[in-house]
């Protein structure tokens, strides 16, 4: 029913920057907001961030200010502006629509990988 497709990721060194793009199809509503998650092997799958249902937007403290999610409705995309990388921020990054409630969707895609490394 919903399905994500990710892209943009690639190896880039420390503070380097990536933009992560993602598109979903299915029965996605305008009420499930977008948002980034990232999964580093042998690590649970971390929250990055979001956009809440007031439409302001949160961020894992370790990205804050750092990363920015944005949205082009008209091509309805969401995006994941990565700067100032660092080592630590690799991991495979996956989108997602959060429902009221439920949260995330249980349809990950493949994710794309982001590689941190000098």
């Known amino acids: 029913q919903v399905q994500f497709v990710e892209s943009g990721g690639g190896l880039v060194q420390p503070g380097g920057s990536l933009r992560l793009s993602c598109t979903a199809s299915?029965?996605?509503?305008?009420?499930?907001?977008p948002a980034w998650y990232r999964q580093a092997p042998g690590k649970q799958r971390e929250l990055v961030a979001r956009v809440t249902n007031s439409g302001t937007t949160d961020y894992l403290d370790s990205v804050k200010d750092r990363f920015t999610i944005s949205r082009d409705n008209a091509k309805n995309t969401v995006y994941l502006q990565m700067n100032s990388l660092k080592p630590e921020d690799t991991a495979v990054y996956y989108c997602?629509?959060?429902?009221?409630?439920?949260?995330?969707?249980?349809?990950w895609g493949q994710g794309t990988q982001v590689t941190v490394s000098s």
């Open positions: 299915g029965s996605v509503s305008s009420i499930f907001r």
């Open positions: 997602n629509a959060l429902q009221p409630i439920l949260g995330p969707f249980n349809s």
